[in-house]
C-alpha cells in the first residue's frame, strides 16, 4: 500500500477538523474518537483498528519491527485499541507479540485473532500457538477464518469464552462467494462478532451481510476497506472533492473509511497499517462528522464515474 498511499495522500488537500454532531449509534470519547458498541455486551470500542495481514509478516529480530513497534505505541497512544491478526499471516502473531511485550501495552489492546484449522484437536493446536505467540493468557476475539469448519471451531471457541481465555467469538470471510454461508451461519449460530469486506466500491456485504447483522446484534469487523490498492490507485493524482470537507475529510484513507463507518451496522475497520503516518491519518476517520445518506450516495457515484 505505501507508495499508492503515499500518491494519494500528497494529492489530498487538508480541511478543517471543526467539532461536529454524531449520529445516534456513535459514542465520542475525551479523544475524540468515536466508538461503537459490541451488541452482546455494550462495550465499545474505538471505530478504527489496525489489520496486520503481510505488513506484520517480518522476521522479528529485524530493523523491520521498528516502524511496526512505533505504529502500535502510536495509534494506542491515539486512543486506538482493536488490532486484528491471524495464525495464517506468517509471523505476525509473533511479530504483535513481541511489540506489546516490549511496548507493555497488551492490556490497552483489543486483541483480535482467528482459527483456521479442520477439526477441534488442529483448532486447538492452532489456538494455543496464537496464545504462545501473542505472548497473552487470554485473547479478546477468535474467529473462525475464512469459514473454514466453523461445526468444530465455534464449539471449541464456545468452551474457551466460558473459561474467560477468550471473550469474544465470531467468523470471518473477505470473498462475496461465502456470503451465503455465512448468512446462514449468522442465522443459526450465536455470533458476537463476523469479519466481512466492504468499500466504497464493493458494497454487496450492504445488501445482505450488514443488515442482517444489525437484526441480530452482531458486531461487524471491516477488513479490506481501502480494496487492498484497488481504490488507491482509482484515485491516484486526484484531489478530494470540495463536498468532502462536509463531512471532515482530510485525506482519501479518510474518504473511505469514513464512506465505511457511515454504515450505521459496522463496528470497526481494520485497515493494514504498518507506518505513524498512517496510523495518525485513519484514525483522522473516527473523529468528526460521518457522511449522511445523501452523501454517502454522492460518495457511490462519484467512485463510480472515475
Known sequence: MTLHRRAVLA????????????????VAQGDGLIRRPIPSTGETVPAIGIGTSRRYDVAPDSAAMTPLRETV?????LGGTVIDTAPDYGRAEEVLGRILAETKLRDKVFLCS???????????????QSFRRLGTDRID???????????????????????K??????ATTWA?????????????????????????????AAARILPLARDRGIAVMVNVPFGRERLFNLVRGRELPPWAAEFEC????????KYVLSHEAVTCPVPGTAQVRYAEDNLGAARGRLP??????????FIDGL
Open 11 to 26: 494529492g489530498s488537500f487538508a480541511c478543517s477538523l471543526a467539532a461536529g454532531l454524531l449520529p445516534g449509534r456513535l
Open 73 to 77: 505505541a502510536k495509534f494506542v497512544a
Open 114 to 128: 482467528k482459527v483456521a484449522a479442520r477439526g477441534r484437536e488442529a483448532g486447538l493446536a492452532q489456538i494455543e
Open 141 to 163: 476475539l477468535i474467529a473462525v477464518h475464512n469459514l473454514i469448519d466453523p461445526q468444530a471451531q465455534l464449539p471449541l471457541l464456545r468452551e474457551l469464552k466460558e473459561r
Open 165 to 170: 481465555r477468550i471473550r469474544y467469538l465470531g
Open 176 to 204: 462475496e462467494t461465502q456470503y451465503g454461508d455465512l448468512e446462514a451461519l449468522m442465522t443459526s449460530d450465536t455470533l458476537d462478532v463476523i469479519q466481512v469486506n466492504y468499500a466504497v466500491d464493493a458494497r454487496q
Open 250 to 257: 482530510a485525506s482519501w484513507p479518510q474518504f473511505f473509511l
Open 292 to 301: 449522511d445518506a445523501a452523501t454517502r450516495r454522492k460518495m457511490e457515484e
